[in-house]
């Protein structure tokens, strides 16, 4: 008898996301984790075969929709195909084998009753060898994804070299049951609720910002016959993404670790000032902003180790005005940040649906265009054996965005930090992302250099 | 199990210390490696466990484990 589950929430967003599309492309996740070492790909098969049954979420099936759409989840209990090893070894170089799993990263899981994570063994240019994964995003996070991947090399170390075995995980289906009882608690759910609906009682409808400026509004109130419109239109036919990446030196990136611990503030407080100032900045000093930002909800030694999805995104809302200094700001935003914390428990769709009642927001409209996450773990596979050995560990965007723009900010090995930008080309440009880049960065050092300077001189001094 | 043990066996899943361990002196953030997230979603989590509801402006003074103890008694 197969047990069958209602989708998380975070599932929810991904699986809406899929179905307002229409193509689970927008789900995908593919990362490449490779070794400059040889590698004995017998034991790596083994080992990915281990692995997945280590890790529950890997086997992870949805049914077929309902008349509604929605579907729900069961896990099979072995999964017993075979794990396929490709030669890129001969090809040009490592840019060019990346250039051919960007377009593996592209391809879709069609279908109901199927696996939705695929392994593949991988022999690569310049004496790298490793694999390739992709899965379903419904099926794990980034954060999921990269303690799994360093799981798998920990088992092959612990065969291969005898070092010390992986420790345990929790049970995927152990944790999705606690988080399915959860999510069901009333009491909870109603605090949650009053705690959304409370920030729109006192706020009122949100205002759309774009980093395009005001004209972006301006055009969808012309096209909905409502010059009072607070939400913009979201592109939902071309979705193809390009990326952008800027390293910040790991100087500067110090500096805005150390005045983060210096004033008690965390870094995705810090980012989320600097991006809602630039928003601010090109839409005439807009002091009500609103950015989705990721929250990784994982705590406990179970939610860390259990796979799953567990990332889900609410929106920060704040209406800070310009006299306001930077610190001042900043601790305004970490205000709001801690208490959506305590409540992200919460389906989000559900912010979107009371949103959608009170103020009959238009379909396929939006109240936000930016999206944040900040990841502070490294991609780095952590490994006694593997820690001298080069390593290659690359993520591929799924290709589709749903987001404008979705900037995911990292730390990287050398002490700096990677700035992603994902854009939507259709809308959007490099140059669009050069000067983004450009004014948040001197934002940020302008306001962590004169904490007690007001955002309005700095929206004018940058 | 009595209501100390219960408290510290919850803070002992977000952090890498034993609940045996686990002082009253030993600060949420500094000693005990919780992030905003996980002080939040563990006062949560105390919320459900002893059916109490916590003031957030209250809650956000909390820096110690004696101090979240505390609280905890207020609630008795």
């Known amino acids: ?462 | 199990m009595n209501q100390e043990m219960k408290f510290k066996n919850i803070v002992a899943q977000y952090s890498n210390v034993a609940p045996e361990e686990i002082t009253n002196n030993m600060r949420f953030r500094e000693d005990l490696g919780f992030s905003s997230l996980d002080f939040m979603s563990f006062l949560g989590e105390l919320e459900d466990t002893f059916d109490i509801e916590l003031e957030e402006s209250e809650v956000m003074k909390i820096v110690t484990i004696g101090e979240a103890l505390e609280l905890l008694d207020n609630f008795q």
């Open chain 1, 1 to 462: 008898m197969r047990d069958y589950y209602p989708l998380t929430a975070a599932q929810k967003m991904h699986h809406n996301w899929i179905r307002d599309y229409g193509t689970q492309q927008v789900s995908g996740v593919s990362v490449v984790a490779s070794v400059q070492a040889e590698l004995d790909f017998g034991l790596l098969k083994k080992c990915i075969q281990m692995e997945t049954e280590r890790s529950g979420c890997t086997r992870v099936h949805f049914t077929k929709p309902d008349q509604d759409g929605n579907v729900k989840q069961y896990i099979v209990k072995q999964d017993t195909r075979d794990i396929e090893l490709k030669d890129l070894s001969k090809m040009e170089n490592l840019a060019k084998a990346d250039e051919l799993m960007q377009q593996w990263a592209y391809e879709t899981f069609d279908g109901d009753n199927i696996p939705m994570c695929e392994f593949t063994m991988l022999k690569l240019p310049e004496g790298y060898n490793g694999f390739f994964v992709h899965m379903d995003h419904r099926l794990i996070d980034s954060c999921g994804l990269v303690i799994m991947i360093g799981d798998l090399f920990q088992l092959y170390t612990y065969y291969r070299y005898g070092t010390a075995h992986p420790q345990e995980l929790a049970d995927f289906e152990t944790v999705l049951k606690k988080d399915l009882a959860k999510a069901g608690n009333e009491k909870r759910f109603a605090k949650d609720k009053k705690f959304w609906e409370d920030q729109l009682d006192a706020l009122g409808e949100p205002l759309y910002s774009d980093i395009q400026g005001p004209s972006v509004l301006e055009i969808a109130r012309k096209r909905h016959g409502n010059p009072k419109l607070r939400s913009a239109d979201i592109e939902m036919d071309n979705l193809f993404v390009a990326v952008k990446d800027y390293h910040l030196e790991p100087g500067p990136t110090q500096n805005l670790i150390d005045f983060c611990m210096n004033h008690q503030l965390s870094m995705t407080n810090l980012l989320l000032l600097g991006i809602r100032t630039y928003l601010s900045k090109v839409n005439n000093g807009q002091e009500d902003i609103t950015i989705q930002n990721f929250i990784s909800r994982r705590s406990t030694h179970e939610e860390w180790t259990s796979g799953g999805s567990r990332t889900i995104m609410f929106p920060c809302r704040t209406v800070i005005s310009s006299e306001t200094d930077f610190l001042s700001a900043a601790y305004e935003i970490q205000n709001i940040q801690n208490r959506i914390y305590m409540h992200s428990n919460y389906d989000p769709e559900l912010i979107m649906e009371e949103l959608r009642k009170r103020y009959h927001t238009p379909e396929h409209t939006s109240y936000e265009s930016f999206y944040l996450t900040y990841q502070p773990m490294p991609v780095k596979v952590e490994n006694e054996m593997l820690g001298v050995v080069r390593q290659h560990a690359k993520w591929f965007a799924n290709g589709a965005a749903t987001k404008k723009i979705y900037l995911t900010v990292s730390h990287t090995e050398d002490g700096g930090m990677n700035f992603s930008y994902h854009y939507q080309t259709a809308h959007l440009e490099e140059h669009d992302m050069e000067l983004l880049y450009y004014y948040m960065m001197r934002i940020l050092f302008k306001g962590i250099a004169e904490p007690d300077m007001s955002l309005g001189e700095i929206m004018e001094q940058v």
